[in-house]
């Protein structure tokens, strides 16, 4: 529970998040969340200080613009309280919860929800959260897999499971949905697709003369002769239907706009134009979703350039009106330089073992709920011989060693249950470096003899973060327990590696 500090009225802040759209029309809207969690700091006392709000971001990932810039104002201790409506609404991910929830502990700060209380520093609490957590994870996971069920068996019935393409309309009449065609569009597909059969034309001179007629995208901009190509190769014009790319198309519910004649056609003339028959170069980018630019200050997003045969990590705002991009095979290149700066020998990890052994020492020594805890359960073994002993010597009556054994284990039921839950929570964080301490002494070998699935699970593993500035990676945002090893290395919490931009220094930041 939250404790207030003497002299100093508590201070919270409120955080709130939907995953999207459909959600602000329900009751976890952000507007109601906001006044359920105002209601019940006003309740309490609390002067809330900071609200903040991710509109539809999923909680899967600590991805989410202000629940980040949320926890670096926890750090600089700017609240003594975070507030959600539902625990849910903070994370849905198992890792990412019990990592925040542990740095929030350390900064003595508490994470409280308006609609699940309890007290999580008492075993009954604790492992009540735990399992609030655990619910919420496997009902989000439980949800993307029924959301599948749910798009397949719509596609199985004829359906199509994206938004319709140029031609068609999504349309809806209560809880039914469908696709029909679009009255001036629809016609004018129909028509293309019989005027690119002819062999006169190619995409671009296409998308000239559909511009020059008057037709536009749904954004009223001109439609591009990549965009064309993408229409002529479209078999859902042909009236079928699928779920994901590569699948055998069924028949789709949709009133085909092409015959299969003209279809044809339209494939061989767009082979025929070698310069403008459909080209795509599937990328493959390692480090997808961990890339941040440091001059947009943002993540980056991925793209390829097909005409150059480039592949970019783009990022996702403008800084002086442009975009930042960064070539990815110079920014990919730097990753086995960042490996080698945290490899360490197996006599190093001995070290480090001893060290971490340390660390969790000091902190069972700074929260001794364990020896306690221990140490009562001793004390209530000797009370337990003494009380059988006194029975034995006829020194108690039969109903009062029933009574006193009674309560006695009844409290020793309640310590080993504290004793076993501190145990498997140390043991469980334990583990997480004993795993992290193996993977650092074999990094490179995993690197040179993984293929690109093994080594995007190895960034993925060791990575949160990867900053870029002018195409060199400047700083690194390890996942724990990493930044802990690598930050003992090191000692002074960096690590020097070289690079194609010469010798650099890489900041190893925590990410628990």
Not at 83 to 108: C, G, I, M, P
Not at 411 to 417: A, D, I, N, V, Y
Not at 418 to 427: D, G, L, M, N, S
Request: proline letters at 3%.
């Amino acid at each position: 529970m939250v404790k207030e500090l003497t002299g100093k009225q508590t201070s919270c802040c409120i955080y709130a998040r939907v995953s999207t759209d459909e959600q602000a029309e329900k009751d976890l809207s952000i507007p109601f969340q906001l006044e359920r969690c105002r209601y019940h700091a006003q309740g309490k006392g609390w002067t809330v200080v900071s609200e903040y709000i991710d509109a539809g971001e999923s909680a899967r990932t600590d991805k989410r613009p202000d629940f980040q810039k949320m926890i670096t104002a926890a750090r600089s201790k700017a609240f003594d309280v975070i507030l959600v409506h539902k625990f849910d609404r903070f994370a849905r991910n198992d890792y990412d919860f019990v990592v925040y929830e542990k740095e929030l502990a350390d900064l003595q700060m508490t994470l409280e929800s308006v609609s699940e209380p309890g007290d999580a520093s008492t075993p009954s609490g604790y492992i009540g959260r735990r399992m609030m957590q655990v619910i919420s994870t496997w009902y989000s996971k439980n949800l993307a897999v029924e959301v599948k069920k749910g798009l397949q068996k719509s596609v199985e019935n004829g359906g199509w499971p994206r938004k319709a393409p140029f031609g068609y309309l999504n349309k809806r009449d209560g809880e039914k949905a469908w696709i029909d065609v679009d009255p001036k569009n629809g016609p004018f597909v129909t028509e293309a697709f019989k005027e690119m059969g002819t062999g006169k034309y190619t995409l671009e001179e296409w998308a000239e003369h559909a511009y020059s007629l008057g037709y536009r995208s749904r954004l009223d901009n001109r439609i591009a002769a990549t965009k064309w190509s993408e229409i002529f190769h479209h078999r859902f014009y042909l009236g079928e239907t699928w779920l994901r790319q590569g699948d055998i198309p069924v028949k789709g519910k949709q009133p085909p706009l092409v015959d299969e004649v003209s279809f044809t056609q339209v494939q061989q003339v767009l082979r025929s134009h070698d310069k403008n028959r459909q080209r795509v170069r599937h990328h493959q980018y390692l480090l997808r979703g961990l890339v941040h630019s440091v001059e947009a200050n943002s993540p980056c997003w991925v793209e390829t350039n097909n005409k150059k045969r480039i592949s970019y990590y783009r990022s996702r705002t403008k800084t002086n009106g442009s975009q930042i991009f960064y070539n990815t095979r110079k920014v990919e290149e730097q990753i086995p330089g960042i490996l080698r700066s945290i490899v360490i020998s197996e006599e190093t990890r001995q070290d480090l073992r001893g060290a971490i052994a340390k660390f969790f020492s000091a902190e069972a020594d700074s929260n001794n709920e364990l020896q306690k805890a221990q140490e009562r359960l001793a004390k209530l073994e000797r009370m337990e011989k003494n009380l059988q002993r006194l029975y034995i010597e006829e020194g108690i009556s039969q109903a009062d060693f029933r009574e006193h054994r009674s309560q006695i284990e009844a409290e020793k039921s309640r310590l080993t249950t504290t004793v076993e839950v501190v145990k498997q929570r140390q043991h469980l964080v334990k583990a997480d470096f004993e795993i992290a301490l193996e993977l650092c002494t074999e990094l490179v070998t995993l690197w040179e003899r993984g293929g690109f699935d093994g080594r995007r699970l190895l960034c993925e593993t060791l990575f949160k973060e990867i900053h870029v500035e002018g195409g060199n990676v400047n700083r690194v945002l390890f996942n724990a327990p990493f930044s802990f090893i690598a930050s003992q290395i090191n000692g002074s919490g960096t690590v020097t590696v070289g690079g194609a931009g010469g010798i650099r220094t890489l900041y190893l930041l925590t990410a628990s």
